[in-house]
Every structure is written in structure tokens, then in C-alpha cells.
């Protein structure tokens, strides 16, 4: 069972162009949503992470919107640089849990020159 | 200090064979994961170790999947009787505690032939 949603699946954008990452979950006893940028042959790293008492969380030309009633949150990277191609994904962490991640499937950026 | 590391990077074996995968995780954190991300999808939870505690297996997807700790510190995954449809990126995490980010070791990649 697929706890979150995750699309595209692959972007293309140009530099300087806006990415936009988009997930939807549906068990509501989430409480923590972080997205992971992970580069080839390497492990994911924390990018930006919200809490769904928050609507908005900016971090440079990171930002992540969270529709609580919609049960979706996405990611917008502003200004994209080649540097951002990368695969992101992101996740989320159930309320009283082991604190494990249920992540989405991943997209695949790619910021062309 | 030094992030998660893991060992070997790279595993190639045999159908039926046993393998042994080694997770270092960063020293003070009493938490570790371990996850599995085949290709093209995004990580799947198999194990959680906190403290002392019992481990929470509830991810292993079959009982030839097992997992040590020992203290906090090193923990190893061993896979009975390897099948094709376990090649996959084995990648290890650690946090502190109570704390929501999830440090990445940079995996182990296994094919199983």
C-alpha cells in the first residue's frame, strides 16, 4: 500500500525556472513531512521538512506548501540550477511511531544549462 | 565527525547465497534504520533499532531477513538464501533519539546474480 503519492515521476526545467514537486498522503496521523534530495550513488539528505501545523516553510530557494484539508504538500524549488538535478524525494512520519519514514517514489530532476 | 558509513559499497552474489551488510552509524545516535530502495522507487523501512530496546521488524519483508545491533553501535543486515528480487540498494540511517532527521549512510548496492 502506497502511503504517499508522489509526481512527476521525471522533471525537466530550465535554469532559472521553477521545479515543482508534488505529494498526497491519506493517513492523517502523519505529523512530520521532510523532503530528501539524494544524487547518484549517494544516500538521501534532509532537505526541508514541515509540520502540518504550518501552511508554508521557506529555506533559501526551497519551499515547501502544505494543504492540510487536502491532504498534499509540495515542494518549489525557486531559481533552479543545474546543481539542483537531482532525485527528491519526499516523505512522511507517523505520529507516535518508531519514527521511520514512508516515502514517496521519487522525482527525477533535471535542470538544463 | 565522520557521517553513516557502510560496508561493502558494492555486493555481487550468488542465488542462494548468504550475504552480511555492515551499517557504522554516527557515534551518539542511539536510533538506526534500515531501508531498501530498489531501483527507480523511493526507500521501503525494514528495521528500527533504538537503545536497548526490542527492534521493531516490521518492514522485513520475509523471515530471511535479519538484523543485529550491537550497543549502540554497529549494526549488520543479513539476507538467508539470497533471491534475484532482493538486488536493491540496502542503505543504513541513524538520528538521535526523539529527533525527526534521519542521517543517510551511502548504501549498499547488492546484486544477486
Known amino acids: 500500500q502506497q502511503q504517499v503519492k508522489q509526481s512527476p515521476q521525471s522533471l525537466i526545467v530550465q535554469k532559472g525556472g521553477i521545479s515543482i514537486i508534488n505529494c498526497a498522503y491519506e493517513n492523517t496521523a502523519f505529523d512530520y513531512f521532510p523532503w530528501y534530495q539524494q544524487f547518484p550513488g549517494k544516500g538521501p539528505a534532509l532537505l526541508i521538512a514541515?509540520?502540518?501545523?504550518?501552511s508554508e516553510k521557506k529555506e533559501g530557494r526551497f519551499t515547501i506548501s502544505f494543504n492540510k484539508s487536502a491532504k498534499q504538500f509540495s515542494l518549489h524549488i525557486m531559481d533552479s540550477q543545474p546543481g539542483d538535478s537531482a532525485t527528491y524525494f519526499c516523505?512522511?512520519?507517523?505520529?507516535?511511531?518508531?519514527?521511520?519514514?514512508?516515502f514517496g517514489s521519487g522525482t527525477q530532476l533535471t535542470v538544463l544549462p | 565527525g565522520a557521517g553513516v558509513s557502510q560496508s561493502p559499497s558494492n555486493k555481487v552474489t550468488e542465488k542462494g547465497k548468504d550475504v552480511e551488510l555492515r551499517c557504522d552509524p554516527i557515534?551518539?545516535?542511539?536510533?538506526l534504520y534500515w531501508y531498501r530502495q530498489r531501483l527507480g522507487q523511493g526507500l521501503e523501512f525494514l528495521i528500527y533499532f533504538q537503545g536497548n530496546s526490542a527492534p521493531d521488524k516490521s518492514g522485513l519483508p520475509s523471515d530471511r531477513f535479519s538484523a543485529e545491533r550491537t550497543g549502540e553501535s554497529v549494526s549488520t543486515l543479513t539476507i538467508q538464501r539470497t533471491q534475484q528480487e532482493d538486488s536493491a540498494v540496502y542503505l543504513c540511517?541513524?538520528?538521535?533519539?526523539?529527533?525527526?532527521?534521519?542521517?543517510f549512510g551511502p548504501g549498499t548496492r547488492l546484486t544477486v546474480l
Open positions: 516523505a512522511a512520519i507517523l505520529s507516535g511511531s518508531a519514527r521511520q519514514l514512508t
Open positions: 540511517a541513524s538520528s538521535l533519539a526523539v529527533a525527526n532527521e534521519q542521517f
Open positions: 514541515i509540520r502540518p501545523d504550518v
Open positions: 557515534s551518539g545516535h542511539t536510533a
